[in-house]
């Protein structure tokens, strides 16, 4: 019998701490996930502010590329330094500390006084992203599996136990965790330019606004994150510094995924930085909150797709996803020589379905194949393929469009990308 001063979630005096969770795993769950969302959010406030920037700093066309690229950079770098660490120093500090990150670039960019501070900014949000967001990932992954378990052994009763009724569980955890992962991320990225969009066109401060209720946010999400005592799952001994490899028996289906993160996810770079660009050329208007929409149609439609498609064949989601993505930016192409806004929405609805159709199947095959004690590392490594995807296509196509007309730059990108599309929904679609 316990003592009054201990119970299931009290820890004796002079034992080792909790292993479970002070906060319960349930809003553990949901806040981590509103954590990773709150992270891409912030990532993407800046999205549709380059020209107000352009206008108040007195900067060249090529400035926000470059302010773009420290981003995508610092990223990949802080992914590669920063992947495996949440595998041996747990995953709260990791998204505490993303979040902490990602809200003191929102205070720069609200006080930005030149472009030296978007760079900043920009830099310090890359490493949030980079440093957190395998860590959130997993700890999702982890806080469903576990909670599935519970709720089976605890309905089931002791007799369940070694059974293997706990693992039979755990892919519906790990599915689960896959949906809400996907959404946060693309949901987070479609509310960013969203809001700021609405903000510079019709708020009285729409360079401060969005930034310091992002920055309230974060920060009021990482003070309630430090309630939650996760539970150990053994980690690995020592911190190092991430490899981009993935377990053996993993190396085939991995380069499949990472073909397909880099296709949708440079899809998604392209809308977050080009598209207003190049709707603002179609449509002849300036209207920012007009402009910052299409990317959230594009990823509204990926979150949508993700929640039905729950239940989807790995293999058929990715093939399917990446068909409709290159049928999408087809049509989204075709939209300039129409003169017509049909084909750019139509495109942006059919390529955000494949975007998300594809990522969801890809990120649930992650999470039930890999091992949990590399889960973050291998984690990680896929997000390497996502960020350069979401980097570097678009860098090449804003300096490409310094040459010939934006129609002729986003022909290209179409057509590779959209290439490389079709070729990996072949692939995945035989294995």
């Known amino acids: 019998m316990s003592s009054p001063s201990t119970g299931p979630d009290r820890a004796p005096v002079g034992t080792a701490p909790a292993r479970w969770v002070r906060l319960p795993n349930r809003p553990a769950f949901w ?4 954590a990773f969302g709150l992270l891409h959010i912030g990532a993407n406030l800046p999205s549709p502010l380059y020209g107000v920037y352009r206008q108040k700093f007195d900067f060249s066309a090529g400035v926000p590329t470059l302010v773009y690229a420290s981003y995508a950079v610092t990223l990949i770098g802080a992914l590669l330094l920063c992947g495996s660490l949440s595998d041996s120093h747990g995953r709260k500090r990791w998204v505490i500390t993303g979040s902490l990150l990602s809200a003191t670039a929102s205070l720069l960019l609200a006080a930005a006084a030149g472009v030296g501070w978007l760079f900043a ?21 982890e806080l469903a599996a576990r909670r599935t378990s519970t709720q089976g052994t ?14 039979a569980e755990a892919p519906r955890g790990t599915a689960k965790a896959s949906t809400v992962a996907t959404i946060a991320l693309a949901g987070g990225a479609a509310l960013g330019p969203a809001v700021s969009g609405l903000l510079a066109e019709y708020a009285a401060a729409p360079l401060m606004l969005g930034y310091l209720s992002h920055a309230a946010v974060s920060v009021a999400v990482a003070a309630v994150l430090t309630t939650w005592r996760e539970r ?12 981009l490899g993935v377990p053996a028996g993993l190396r085939r289906p991995f380069a499949r995924a990472a073909a397909t993160m880099f296709a949708i996810w440079a899809l998604v770079g392209l809308f977050l930085s080009i598209v207003p660009s190049y709707a603002a050329e179609l449509l002849r208007t300036g209207n920012l909150a007009v402009l910052g929409s ?15 498609a729950r239940n989807a064949v790995t293999g058929n989601g990715v093939a399917s ?10 049509a989204i192409v075709l939209a300039f020589p ?35 004690r590399r889960r973050g590392e291998v984690l990680s490594a896929l997000y390497v ?4 995807g979401l980097g570097i296509p678009v860098i090449g196509v804003g300096f490409l469009a310094g040459i010939v007309p934006l129609f002729s730059a986003v022909t290209v990108f179409a057509v590779v990308i959209g290439g490389l599309a079709l070729t990996t929904a072949v692939w995945a679609a035989r294995h």
């Open 31 to 34: 806040l981590v996930a509103c």
């Open 321 to 330: 996803g990446l068909t409709m993505l290159a049928l999408g930016l087809g």
């Open 121 to 141: 900014a920009r830099v310090l949000q890359g490493v949030a992203m980079g440093a957190s967001g395998g860590a959130a990932t997993a700890a999702l992954a």
């Open 232 to 243: 150990p799952i053994g980690r690995s001994a020592a911190p190092r510094v991430q490899r």
């Open 385 to 388: 393929p996502l960020y350069v």
């Open 294 to 308: 299409f990317p959230c149609v594009l990823l509204g439609a990926s979150c949508l797709a993700q929640l039905t």
């Open 338 to 372: 129409a003169q017509s806004w049909w084909p750019l929405l139509a495109g942006s609805v059919l390529a955000g379905v494949g975007h998300g159709l594809g990522f969801a199947s890809t990120m649930r095959w992650i999470n039930d194949v890999c091992p949990p």
């Open 154 to 167: 605890s309905t089931q009763g002791t007799s369940t136990q070694g059974t293997g009724t706990e693992v």
